[in-house]
């Protein structure tokens, strides 16, 4: 006897909710589980990105404080000023960090020329300005 739509629909529920149960537990279970991102990484991981596909760009540094970096760059016509903590690279800055105010190369991300780096795991654009 050939089954209606009612029929179907009526032995296909057990197995429909089950599954549909078994995947937003799954779901729920990969969204507490998964890994978090410190900040620490995170921050790792924009340096990376900007010093792997950042454009680079000719800057100046106008002060160091403690560990910090601040300098200025142009990007078509807009005067952006930034700053970058290089606690976490110090073996990487070339010489002390008082001489590294003056000119210095950067990189910056070309959709969003805010996002700049002059020291990175694997780029540097700090110069040793022996005074």
């Known amino acids: 006897m050939p089954f ?3 029929e179907i629909l009526i032995n296909w529920s057990v197995p429909i909710g089950s599954a549909a149960t078994v995947i937003g537990l799954a779901a729920i279970a990969f969204f507490l589980l998964r890994r978090r991102v410190s900040p620490d ?3 790792r991981l924009r340096r990376l990105n900007v010093g792997a ?7 100046m540094v106008t002060d160091v404080h403690e560990n910090t970096v601040y300098f200025t760059y142009s990007v ?3 005067e952006y000023q930034a700053a970058q903590d290089l606690s976490r690279l110090l073996d990487r800055v070339p010489g002390e960090m008082h ?4 000119p210095t190369t950067l990189k910056y991300i070309t959709n ?3 996002n ?16």
């Open 4 to 6: 209606g739509l009612y």
């Open 112 to 114: 969003n020329p805010a």
């Open 41 to 43: 990484e995170a921050e």
């Open 76 to 78: 078509r016509g807009v």
């Open 99 to 102: 001489t590294l105010i003056g």
């Open 53 to 59: 596909h950042g454009r680079l760009l000719e800057g």
């Open 116 to 131: 700049s780096v002059v020291l990175c795991e694997q780029w540097s654009g700090l110069r040793n300005a022996e005074r």
